[in-house]
């Protein structure tokens, strides 16, 4: 059940690092900057919250608090970014920490405590916690992005209109296992 749940979970993430990776190469330097208005966040900040994020919560997460002391939080939620290469860097060096730590994870760790701001979580909860927050804001940066390309927008999963197709090429397969990311790619 552990594998089972560890390669799952792993999937799931590379899905959601995938839509905001195709999110991306639709958009040019000065859309990743775009804001619906001064309070609200465009997707360089939305990265720079996630590179924070996860480089806090998964370095040494099986042995540290994932709320590190050298986290700046509120710095994560301020115009940091400066072009989309930079984007792109922190948008890879948070994904490769948060998998390093996912590759760690074996029957000898699978049931240690992790520590959030001092609260004890299992694993499964720890791990659960960070996929539906990372899926959250990889829901805004797609968002946006679609918002800014308007009728331009590349579809990422079934195209409108097209539902039915997709729908009848799956049920031709007949039933089967995988995992339900395993064609979208």
Excluded at 23 to 51: G, M
Excluded at 74 to 83: P, Q
Aim: aromatic share 14%; glycine share 8%.
């Amino acid at each position: 059940m552990e594998t089972q749940y560890l390669n799952s979970t792993i999937k799931q993430f590379e899905y959601y690092k995938a839509l905001g990776e195709k999110t991306f190469s639709q958009l040019d330097e000065r859309d990743v900057f775009w804001q619906y208005n001064p309070e609200s966040n465009s997707i360089a900040i939305i990265v720079n919250h996630l590179w924070g994020n996860m480089l806090s919560r998964w370095t040494d997460f099986l042995t540290t608090d994932g709320e590190k002391p050298s986290r700046n939080r509120d710095l994560e939620f301020e115009s940091i970014i400066k072009t989309k290469t930079e984007l792109l860097e922190k948008w890879q060096t948070g994904w490769a920490c948060l998998f390093r730590a996912l590759h760690g994870i074996n029957e000898d760790n699978f049931y240690t405590t992790i520590y959030i701001r001092n609260q004890g979580h299992t694993l499964v909860e720890a791990i659960n916690r960070q996929m539906m927050h990372y899926a959250y804001h990889v829901g805004q940066i797609v968002y946006i992005g679609r918002m800014i390309k308007g009728a331009d927008w590349q579809s990422l999963s079934i195209p409108k209109g097209e539902s039915k197709s997709f729908n009848d090429n799956k049920f031709s397969q007949g039933k089967h296992g995988g995992h339900f990311t395993d064609d979208i790619k």
